[in-house]
């Protein structure tokens, strides 16, 4: 018997290869020749991608960003204040005509809340060509005078006004209201004591007797001395104590505790002083008990004036 023959691992053998040799000037051209079918494939693809991007944003505007379709027709100006329609779209920068689909809705709503007099905004495209603005006014309740330098050494005095939640606005002018001949802030009390450096229009004071100032004014609205009584002036100076002077001659001292008890003490005083043919002349609330009281007969000192009726708030909203 013939033995078979191991088949041989090809592993171990050996196989002649053709080795060619590039000289270095053709292994220059074949790196050259594919850096430049890079650049070249490179160039085109973004000459595309340019071409393709600036046809699209020639075809949005010219049928989207000016196209009259999204043009603004309809401008609702909504607000539970008194300022007028005319004024807020001035503010806004929008008018009829303007591009629906270009307007920055974010830019309208900052440049309407830079006004200190706006508490909220509230911006709406309804498309194809309404645009919706939702205001939300601060109601003034108080006032403050700040006097300001000016040339010669003279102190002019500059009004501004104060929300229930102590922000600091100016006082809406005639021309900016819907109703020019509506409610003025000369019947706002005036709060005195305040530091120079708390004033600051559009910002919340950060002084707790000016806030205690404000839930006084509030309180008295819902008081039983409301149309009894106006309040003219709030000292807020005295830390922990709170002095008002009235239209009607009276000084009062309250605490910045619990202003609807003290109000309706001040209601018994009054009217006990009614009954009895006096006027108080001063009356120290702050006291729990045994309130000193300065009062004088009605027939010795000057007649008070009346007080005024308290007038509907030409404000939708109710500060609580």
Known sequence: MFRK?????RRLTRDYVLEVKLS???????????????LVTSLSLLLTLFIAWHSLELLLRRFVFESPTFAIRTLRLETDGVLSAEQLRTWAGVKVGNNLL??????????????????????ERVLPGTLTLRVTEREPIAQVLFPSLRAGGQYPGGVYTLDANGYFM??????????????????LPVITGLPARD???GKQTEVLQVH??????????????????????ID??????????????????????????QLRRWRLVHDHAQRC???IDSLDLAVANNAPLLWSDVSDSTPPSPPKLPKASPYKKKHV
């Not at 023959?5 to 691992?9: A, D, G, L």
């Not at 100016?170 to 019947?187: C, G, I, K, M, W």
């Not at 100032?213 to 309040?231: H, I, N, Q, T, Y």
Request: aromatic share 4%; net charge positive.
């Open 277 to 279: 043919g006096k006027h």
């Open 24 to 38: 270095a000037s053709q292994r220059r051209q074949n790196r050259l020749r594919r850096l430049t079918l890079f």
């Open 102 to 123: 270009a307007l920055d809705l974010g830019r309208v709503e900052r440049d309407l809340k830079l006004v200190p007099a706006i508490e909220s905004v509230v911006v």
């Open 5 to 9: 023959r191991k088949p041989k691992n």
């Open 236 to 261: 807020a100076a005295t830390p922990g104590l709170l002095v008002v002077r009235t239209g009607q001659g009276n000084e009062l001292t309250f605490g910045l505790m619990d202003f609807d008890a």
């Open 199 to 201: 004033i600051r229009p």
């Open 212 to 233: 205690a100032a404000l839930a006084l004014v509030k309180a008295f609205e819902r008081s039983p001395m409301a149309g009894l009584a106006d309040l003219k002036q």
């Open 170 to 187: 100016f006082p809406v002018e005639a021309s900016q209201r819907a109703v020019p001949l509506a409610q003025t802030n000369d019947h």
